[in-house]
């Protein structure tokens, strides 16, 4: 991103105001030494973007076609039931571990394409870039909100780009859902017995959840899939970030080095 020209230095320029400008001048001053001296070549064939590519279609399709779908959960299966399979004798163990499994490899998926770095100091920017604008409208000069409009371009540039890449991360978690879930189901009717003790109760995994349409496998899957996957991806979150605050001195978008939320 070009260096662009900070906004007018006022007397009661806000500590929003220097955040924001501050921003703008790491991500101008990075641009500059980056920059190449000319445009760069059309980019080549990249075995990622292809890998992406081809899980997204992959998955799309697994949802339409019950072969392909139960083909690759059997795929999956080859490594699964020997590993955490326990010869069907405790279910609810193996979904825990297949949850584990699943969300683990999404994460480190979501991991790979995002950088948090840069979202996290868009983020910061954008909160910034909030609170000099609502304080311009309110002192209705036109010069401060006209100022502003090149700072929302770009805002609304680098949001885009932080948004893309975490879709590509969907890709990889669009395949392994559809996989894993349909490898569990398989799993469960192929037991002796789907019956398992929750609570005290016996309850058949394969039994529909009235009034819901769906077995209640699926809903203890899910149970177990949601929280790993928000622990995960926290994880990995907070490892990016410590990792550049200990390079840098300070937390992405401004402060002190520090335990990063």
Known sequence: MAAEKPLPSKAEETVEEEELDEMEAEEGDAAATTAPAKPPAPSGFKVSTFLLTFLFILGLWMIFDTATRTGV?????????????????????????????????????????????????????????????????????????????????????????????????MAVTWFLVIAIYTWVGIFITQAASPNVNLGGATVNLLAPLHPLPIPV????????????????????????????????????????????A
Do not use: C
């Not at 990995?236 to 990792?243: I, V």
């Open 73 to 169: 959960a059997v795929s999956f299966g080859l490594v699964l039931v020997p590993s955490i399979g326990f010869g069907h004798s405790y279910l609810l163990l193996t979904m825990f571990l297949a949850a584990v499994i699943e969300m683990l490899l999404t994460a480190l998926a979501y991991n790979w394409t995002t950088d948090w770095v840069k979202a996290a100091k868009v983020q910061a920017w954008s909160a910034a870039f909030r609170k000099v604008q609502m304080a311009a409208m309110k002192s209705g000069k036109k010069d401060r909100i006209e100022a502003l409009k090149t700072h929302q371009a770009t805002l609304t540039k680098l949001s885009g780009e932080v948004s893309i890449a975490q879709l590509k991360g």
């Open 217 to 260: 496998w699926f809903l203890l899957f899910t149970l177990y899939t949601v929280p790993l996957s928000l622990v995960f991806r926290r994880i990995l979150k907070h490892y990016a970030l410590q990792r550049y605050a200990a390079a840098n001195g300070h937390v992405p978008g401004g402060g002190a080095a520090g335990p990063v």
